[in-house]
């Protein structure tokens, strides 16, 4: 394939996404934790473009164009390791540079770096012309990190395992919430290591449950259902309080939210985004004005959303 067979560019657009349940098993020899979670794709997307070059490359900007710290530019970055195995896969021997405007925060537990990797695989996939099935692109995100399945699938769904094993979530009702993005990321690694060594205290509340991780049916009844109060009772995140011993600060936010009309709120993945329900999308703009007036930086988003796809070529 030459570089003359390819489209001049191709735009994809991934969602990000909020937990609404994580059960975290004990860990394991291997360091890592099973896990069961509800992954809910929602309208905070990352942009991705991609266009031929002679040798792979990625530039990362946010909404407001300006460059973004913390991201690595070099082969740590998820979607450059993404478009290189899909040249690899599908034997292509030129490169190709990505161009990614981020709206998903860094290190925010949003799954903004696998919302990348999934832009990267379906731009790379349809910019060389591969024709690459969905199962193989499962194949090739799951490859990359746990939530990139997801990030290709979008919707809601249920994942097992190390979360990558994933079976869609029926109900396709609109939920409303607001996110609080904060600047300053958390480490994941950092999360789950904190987690280990409160349940290591024996904190009863937050103690592994002897049987392997399941997902709550009530959360999966207020998806079908559509019902706002019916989630707000079961959302969950065993990581939240291991998230909260590293930040405090997120603990009060989340209690003060609650006061000013969210259903309910917790911390998404590792944090330290914030997600909080709301009752309908009148009143996620209420929570979204009183919430910046706090001087938080807050968003209204919704999900279910799709997963990566090409919007423009």
């Not at 958390?186 to 904190?194: D, F, N, R």
């Not at 009148?282 to 001087?295: F, K």
């Amino acid at each position: 394939m030459s570089l003359s067979a390819v489209p001049d560019r191709v735009r994809v657009r991934a969602p990000g996404k909020i937990n609404l349940f994580l059960d975290v098993g004990s860990v394991q020899d291997d360091g890592y934790h099973d896990v069961a979670s509800v992954y809910q794709a929602v309208s905070l997307y990352e942009d991705l473009v991609a266009t031929p070059a002679d040798d792979f490359s990625v530039s990362v900007v946010d909404e407001a164009g300006a460059p973004v710290p913390g991201v690595p530019l070099d082969d740590r970055n998820l979607a450059l390791r993404a478009a290189r195995m899909v040249a690899r896969e599908v034997g292509y021997l030129g490169g190709v540079h990505l161009e990614i405007c981020k709206a998903v925060p860094v290190a925010g537990g949003m799954g903004g770096g696998s919302a990348d990797a999934a832009a990267a695989l379906v731009a790379c996939d349809a910019l060389w012309g591969a024709g690459l099935t969905s199962p193989a692109l499962q194949e090739l995100a799951a490859r990359l990190g746990a939530d990139v399945p997801f990030s290709l699938m979008g919707g809601s769904a249920v994942g097992t395992g190390r979360g990558d094993r994933l079976s869609p979530a029926l109900g396709r009702a609109r939920f409303d919430w607001v996110v609080v993005i904060d600047e300053a990321g958390l480490s994941t690694p950092e999360v789950y290591a904190q987690l280990d060594r409160l349940r290591a205290e024996r904190r009863p509340d937050i103690a592994p449950r002897p049987e392997p991780p399941e997902v709550d049916p009530v959360v999966l009844q207020a998806l079908r259902s559509g019902s706002p109060d019916l989630l707000a009772g079961a959302l969950r995140n065993d990581l939240q309080d291991a998230a909260c011993a590293l930040r405090p600060d997120l603990g009060e936010l989340l209690d003060r939210a609650v006061e000013i009309g969210a259903l309910a709120g917790l911390v998404s993945g590792s944090g330290p985004t914030l997600a909080f329900l709301a009752a309908d999308a009148d009143a996620a703009r209420g929570i979204e004005q009183n919430l910046s007036a706090m001087g938080h930086r807050a968003r209204h988003i919704s999900g279910p959303v799709t997963g990566a796809k090409v919007v423009t070529r």
